[in-house]
C-alpha cells in the first residue's frame, strides 16, 4: 500500500523534511508541510535567475519544492498538493486535494478542481468545480450535505459550480487560476479580491 500512495523513502546520500511553510519549522510524522530536500541530486540553482534561486534553496542548500506532504512514522512520503494551491480560511490551513479526493468519490462526480475564492470575512472561501458523470444530477446543497456529513465543517465548499469542462494549457494541464477568475466572475467577488470594475 505505501509504495502505491506515497512517493516512497528518501535514498541514500539524501535528506528530507517536511517544514512549516510560514516558519521554517520542522514538522512530525503526520503533519502537512513543505517537503524539503538536500543531497548530491539538488541543482545548484536556477540559469542566470539568482532570485529564484535563493528563493528555492535555502543557506543550507534545503531545496523548497512548494510542495505540500506529509510522513509516516516508517518514512514514507506523500505528496498532498501544492503551497500555491493552499485554501487559507480564515485561519485554517485547508488542501484542495484532500477535498477534491473525498469528492471523487461521490458516484455523479466524474471530475473535480477546488480553489480558494477572495472572502473579506474569512480571506478565501473554498469553492468546488465539478463535472458530473452524464446522465447524472446533483444540486449545490445535497454535494454540500454530503461533505459536511463527511469532513469537517470548515471544509464544506461555499460554492459549488458545475461546469462542463476545464481551462487547460495547450499540453492539457488545468489552470486554477483561471478557476478563480471565473469563480471571482460568476459569484460577483471583485471586491473581496480588491479588483476595480468600471
Known sequence: RQRVETVGRVLPGIEAKIVDPSTGEKLGHGQT???CA????????YYKMPEATEEAIDDDGWLHTGDLATVDGD?????????????????????????????????????VQVVGLPSKEYGEEIAAFIILREGKKLTEEELQEFV???MARHKVPKYVRFVSS???TASGKIQKYKLREQGIEA???HEDAGIETA
Do not use: C, Q, S, W
Not at 538536500?38 to 540553482?45: E, L, P, Q, S, V
Not at 480564515?90 to 469528492?103: A, D, Q, R, T, V
Open 187 to 189: 459569484y460577483n467577488l
Open 166 to 168: 476545464y481551462p487547460t
Open 33 to 35: 508541510g513543505e517537503f
Open 38 to 45: 538536500r543531497g548530491y541530486n539538488i541543482m545548484k540553482g
Open 148 to 150: 459536511k456529513a463527511n
Open 75 to 111: 518514512g514514507y512520503y506523500k505528496i498532498v498538493g501544492r503551497i500555491k494551491d493552499m485554501i487559507i480560511r480564515g485561519g485554517e490551513n485547508i488542501y484542495p486535494k484532500e477535498i477534491e479526493e473525498f469528492l471523487y468519490t461521490h458516484p455523479h462526480v466524474l471530475d
